[in-house]
């Protein structure tokens, strides 16, 4: 059973770090993994998506990096501002269609 | 081009009751997939359809819960009898082809209450 952690649960940081959000999955064997925003009262909103033979993906200021073999992805943010404040998430896609989700790192960038 | 819509955006009701929760997935989206998270834990999935037909149902918790999506458009999530542990936040996603190969698209989710 794909299981998906995410370290920290929260970070708070003052604007203009560059800051790191880990991601870990048990079983290796899946399809793509996925970084999610999420704002209070919204919904998920995709950020990056690397499929399993890529090692990474880069929008902007996000570079996501997966390492199959060892069940770890990053979501590193450059240059924080306020506006990144949000709960980021991270999904493994290892069914067919199932998404397997970690529970999330809650970031306060504070200006 | 529109979102993926959910409605209703909040829904509280009673243990026993039935609740219709719908889903609009944006359009020519054959793709349709439920999740849902209850309070605490991470979200979970439920079902999904491709066109009207149901793919995977494989995380319906039980035969309490209900999905359909009639000429394979919107779709409605039925809880009936509603119990106290399905209260949680309900999303819906669509994608155009397989998740294997497609962002699914989230719509803002129903937080459903039940006393």
């Known amino acids: 059973k794909q299981e998906v952690t995410q370290i920290p649960a929260a970070l708070s940081v003052p604007e203009g770090e560059n800051l790191v959000l880990n991601c870990s999955f048990t079983?290796?064997?899946?399809?793509?993994l996925q970084w999610f925003r999420q704002d209070p009262g919204k919904g998920l909103t995709s950020l990056l998506l690397?499929?399993?033979?890529?090692r990474e993906q880069t929008s902007g200021r996000l570079n996501a990096s997966l390492d199959k073999s060892s069940g770890r992805s990053t979501l590193y943010i450059a240059a924080s501002q306020p506006g990144d404040s949000a709960t980021y998430l991270c999904?493994?896609?290892?069914?067919?269609?199932?998404?397997?989700f970690g529970k999330g790192t809650m970031l306060l960038v504070s200006p | 081009e529109a979102g993926v819509t959910q409605f209703p955006s909040h829904s509280v009701i009673e243990k026993g009751q039935t609740v219709t929760l719908r889903c609009d997935p944006i359009?020519?989206?054959?793709?349709l997939y439920w999740y849902r998270r209850v309070m605490g834990k991470e979200i979970k999935f439920l079902l999904h359809f491709v066109k009207e037909s149901k793919q995977d149902e494989s995380g319906m918790p039980n035969n309490r819960f209900l999905a359909e999506r009639t000429g394979g458009t919107y779709s409605t999530l039925k809880v009936q009898p509603a119990e106290l542990e399905d209260s949680g936040v309900y999303f819906c996603?669509?994608?155009?082809?397989?998740?294997?190969?497609?962002?699914?698209?989230f719509g803002p989710g129903t937080r459903l209450t039940v006393l």
């Open positions: 359009s020519g989206h054959d793709n």
């Open positions: 690397i499929q399993s033979s890529q």
């Open positions: 079983d290796s064997a899946i399809y793509n």
């Open positions: 996603a669509s994608s155009q082809q397989l998740a294997s190969t497609d962002t699914q698209y």
């Open positions: 999904a493994v896609l290892s069914g067919y269609s199932t998404l397997t």
